[in-house]
């Protein structure tokens, strides 16, 4: 009897992993940590938190120094602060 429940409730659990899944994916984002001796334009997006398909390659086009570049990213499940 119990298995007969257990096959009842899964399709809830598969279709709530799958709303889960979009959501992590619909709002994942990062944001670009500059280095000490980063450029301005890696300055300007410090603390900038943006969605995954808004967040510019490395190095930024506006970079003054792209050979030595040491910028990264700091990546989010949800880029919504929750402050």
């Known amino acids: 009897m119990a298995a007969n429940k257990v096959e009842r409730l899964w399709p809830w659990h598969v279709a709530f992993r799958t709303i889960q899944n ?3 994916k619909k709002y994942s984002g990062a ?3 500059a280095d000490d001796d980063a450029c ?3 300055r300007s997006l ?3 938190r ?3 398909a808004d ?3 490395l190095p930024l086009k506006m970079c003054d120094r ?3 570049c040491k ?3 700091r990546h989010f499940h949800d880029r919504r602060r929750s402050d």
């Open 22 to 24: 979009w959501v992590e």
């Open 31 to 33: 944001e670009v940590i």
């Open 40 to 42: 301005d334009a890696a």
């Open 46 to 48: 410090a603390n900038l």
């Open 50 to 52: 943006l969605l995954s």
């Open 55 to 57: 967040v510019p390659p």
């Open 66 to 68: 792209p050979a030595i």
């Open 71 to 73: 910028c990264k990213y």
